[in-house]
């Protein structure tokens, strides 16, 4: 093998230690330990607490929290401590691993910082996505190219080593620096050099994949940003010497994760013993009259709330679903010049769908107003850009303009209330425009325009099978989600994360088209989906700031009406309920709750205009009935699901290797970012500063952050409001089934084997006996193991009368 391809490979087998980061405008969540999923959980935090210098497991005082709150049970911790070789009392034991936890702290970052000074300078600068008014000359030509040309007029960089003449490719400068070092130190080399500065590192990982516009335009890869790292290093002395770190978990670590799995337990415990209780319930019950109407929402722990709510308002169903709607598609918005990747990461975009105007006179009034909001825009933009320019506009402009930024800060609210009203009279894109769905045998670039007739009778068929459907109502509402905040460089985290940051109504839109085709509904009744002459599918869109649930209900038949005009009006009244237990749970007044979730939602001060998905704990896969009649705080992603509808096991095993792989991505990236937020999240919104559209820094420079910030996480610096606990994952279905796609999964099964997740299963062919998963593809009945069941003490009360979990 050459030289080249050995550097090639060593390459490749050094970034799996970073996980990819995707760009701040299109924020997806992921675990940054992604690349060490193949080593069981202990392994893999110590890795990377040596590699990347962040902590693994929650602090002492994060422990000390939830004892005092009650959710660590006492037994169940006494078992897991005992299992780890400890008798001590636990508060000795936290004493222990806080006194371990202060040495560990003390170790800092070996990198050079001239190096990263430097690199990071010229990284912002050829990376940047639109933002910078001046650009790094020659980007066209690659990274590696455009600093060679820029090398000679930085003043910040030694007139020493390789760099003063710097190789024309970055293999030959790669192999020049790695001269004095033996091969076998490669990988180690590489893999120690990307951790350096693991958020540019994973940007470019993401960038390189993704391989979109800007890829294309101004290429870069980890070989050329590696050239140059390693020549700077040359000019500024630094020993590339790997270091000899050893894996062997510290006994602070094994305490901790004692201390973690008992308070995974005690959530999962309770959880489960709920949801088996249900299952008994519910197969004695009598099956229920037709729905007036049926709700589907994206399996966001956010829509737990709102769903409860709706529910309790009248003869309404709801049902949890991917927020794609189950089909991937790159999705092009009437007023929007690029596409957006409108499914998972997980997966590629397979159509290519864009709006299309259908009424030119509403098109024409959207169209004026649009032009005066984007002359606007461009105005703030220039501000932005240009500090004289700005002081010279406000200063011209007057008083008017300073009361508008008066208004912003001190009242946001009515700010909110005023945009609203000047909205209203600005026709939204989906009441003249449809996405083109139908099959126009063109391509936008390799992806085909629209579906085939097959193609769409296959996603209607995937969803009502996954969901176990085998009844309608009139309506039925595919309701997409999308948050609504005012300067919040974090805006997308707060979007759909099955759509990869973006809002998912689109895909509802689509789906409900879909649905309404008369010769696919045929093509389903044929399939064995009795859909009643009198259901029209629906699509809209929850606001998960505000709660507010818009339908798009231009085209409803006038038959329909009244039951449209019914179901708006009970979901005003579940947004009340729903708004006023997010308000409690932000600390606000609870009976102030639509007013004060749309002022945080006009705030453009506020760090935190909603919880996003904090929280996240579990995820249930089982019919809704066995969730309904309980208060699970918005802490788990429903997924509906009924055994009984999936004798293959198909829509199952669909499941398990989708949407539960994607809450792992979630849940990961928020435990990580609430155990160490210096290392794996962003720290505080205050201090940050947004860079080139891509990410944000801490302060003026340095690496891009890679999680989530404190506000997203934290009720205040000392009091944590996520419970950072790895996903427990419930299902409902015989156990032998779960079984069979493990056994064909081999993914699925590392992760559990790993403790990267749990998984519990519910049977209803046994009794109702519930299933813990061990390893290799063993199961644990729960009746062998010791349980105490205690209530979650700090969920919110339930609004509706329901079990609170």
Request: proline fraction near 6%.
């Amino acid at each position: 093998m050459s030289t080249e391809s050995i550097i090639h490979d060593s390459i490749d087998e050094a970034a799996t230690s970073i996980g990819s980061l995707w760009p701040i405008h299109s924020f997806v969540t992921a675990n940054p330990l992604s690349g060490f999923e193949d080593q069981p959980f202990g392994e893999a935090v110590k890795r990377a607490t040596d590699l990347l210098g962040g902590r693994g497991y929650p602090n002492p005082e994060t422990f000390e929290t939830a004892l005092e709150r009650g959710q660590i049970d006492p037994e169940i911790l006494e078992s897991e401590l005992a299992e780890a070789g400890y008798e001590e009392e636990p508060h000795t034991l936290l004493d222990r691993i806080s006194d371990a936890t202060d040495v560990v702290e003390g170790v800092t970052d070996t990198a050079p910082n001239h190096v990263d000074q430097v690199l990071t300078k010229w990284l912002s600068n050829f990376l940047d996505e639109g933002s910078a008014h001046w650009s790094m000359p020659n980007r066209e030509e690659g990274f590696y190219a455009a600093f060679r040309g820029v090398v000679e007029y930085d003043g910040e960089i030694p007139d020493e080593g390789l760099i003063t003449d710097l190789p024309e490719t970055p293999i030959e400068t790669i192999e020049t620096v790695l001269e004095p070092y033996p091969q076998s130190q490669w990988v180690s080399i590489f893999e120690e050099q990307l951790a350096a500065l693991p958020g540019w590192t994973g940007l470019i990982k993401q960038r390189v994949d993704d391989g979109r516009e800007w890829q294309s335009k101004y290429p870069i890869s980890l070989e050329e940003y590696l050239a140059v790292r390693l020549a700077l290093s040359d000019a500024t002395g630094v020993d590339l010497e790997p270091s000899n770190e050893g894996t062997d978990m510290e006994p602070a670590d094994e305490l901790a994760q004692a201390f973690l799995r008992a308070w995974e337990a005690t959530y999962r415990d309770d959880l489960v013993e709920a949801i088996a209780e249900e299952s008994e319930s519910m197969a004695d019950s009598d099956p229920s009259s037709r729905p007036d109407a049926q709700l589907v929402f994206c399996i966001d722990t956010r829509s737990e709330v709102i769903r409860r709510h709706i529910e309790a308002g009248g003869d309404y169903e709801t049902h949890g679903y991917a927020g794609f709607f189950g089909i991937p598609i790159e999705y092009r918005g009437y007023d929007t010049d690029v596409a957006v990747e409108a499914c998972p990461p997980i997966l590629e975009p397979q159509h290519y769908i864009h709006d299309f105007p259908t009424d030119n006179d509403t098109q024409a009034s959207h169209d004026r107003w649009w032009g005066i909001r984007e002359a606007a825009d461009e105005i703030i933009k220039t501000l932005e850009a240009n500090a004289a320019t700005a002081y010279g506009y406000v200063e011209n402009a007057g008083s008017g303009y300073g009361l508008a930024l008066a208004a912003r800060t001190l009242v946001p609210g009515r700010v909110h209330d005023l945009l609203d009203a000047v909205e209203a009279s600005v026709p939204d894109e989906h009441e003249f425009c449809e996405p083109l769905i139908h099959h126009q045998h063109t391509y936008v670039g390799d992806l085909p325009v629209g579906l085939t007739h097959d193609e769409k009778v296959e996603y209607a068929a995937t969803a009502f099978d996954l969901m176990g459907w085998e009844e309608f109502g009139r309506l039925v509402v595919f309701a997409g989600h999308a948050s609504e905040t005012t300067n919040n460089p974090y805006e997308t985290s707060l979007d759909c994360g099955a759509c990869a940051g973006n809002p998912s109504g689109p895909n509802a839109r689509v789906l409900a088209a879909i649905c309404n085709d008369e010769d696919v509904k045929t093509a389903l009744r044929d399939r064995g989906f009795d859909i009643p002459e009198d259901t029209v599918f629906v699509a809209g869109q929850h606001n998960t700031t505000t709660d507010e649930v818009e339908l798009y209900d231009d085209d409803i038949p006038e038959s329909h009406a009244g039951d449209i005009d019914r179901l708006r009006a009970d979901l005003a009244i579940a947004r009340e309920n729903a708004t006023a237990e997010r308000a409690e749970s932000m600390g606000a007044d609870s009976s102030m709750g639509v007013s004060e979730t749309e002022r945080r939602a006009a705030d453009w001060a506020e760090t935190r205009p909603e919880w996003g998905l904090a929280g996240n704990a579990g995820f249930v896969v089982a019919p809704r009935e066995l969730t309904s009649n309980l208060n699970l705080d918005g802490r788990a992603f429903l997924h509906s699901y009924d055994w009984s509808t999936d004798p293959d096991g198909d829509a199952l095993e669909a499941i398990l290797t989708g949407p539960m792989v994607v809450t792992q991505w979630i849940n990961t990236q928020y435990y990580f970012s609430t155990v160490d937020n210096a290392v794996y999240g962003s720290g505080s919104k205050v201090t940050q500063n947004p860079v080139g559209n891509v990410g944000v820094y801490q302060g003026t420079g340095g690496d891009l952050m890679t999680g989530l910030p404190l506000q997203s996480l934290m009720a205040a610096d000392d009091k944590p409001y996520h419970q950072p606990l790895r996903l427990s994952t419930v299902v409902h279905a015989p156990v032998e089934r779960v079984t069979g796609i493990l056994a064909d999964h081999e993914e699925l099964t590392e992760l559990l084997d790993n403790d990267w997740l749990s998984l519990t299963v519910v049977d209803p062919t046994q009794d109702h006996r519930t299933f813990h998963y061990g390893e290799d593809l063993e199961w644990i009945p729960m009746s062998e193991q010791t349980e105490v069941h205690l209530e979650i003490p700090n969920a919110s009360a339930v609004a509706d009368g329901g079990t609170q979990i």
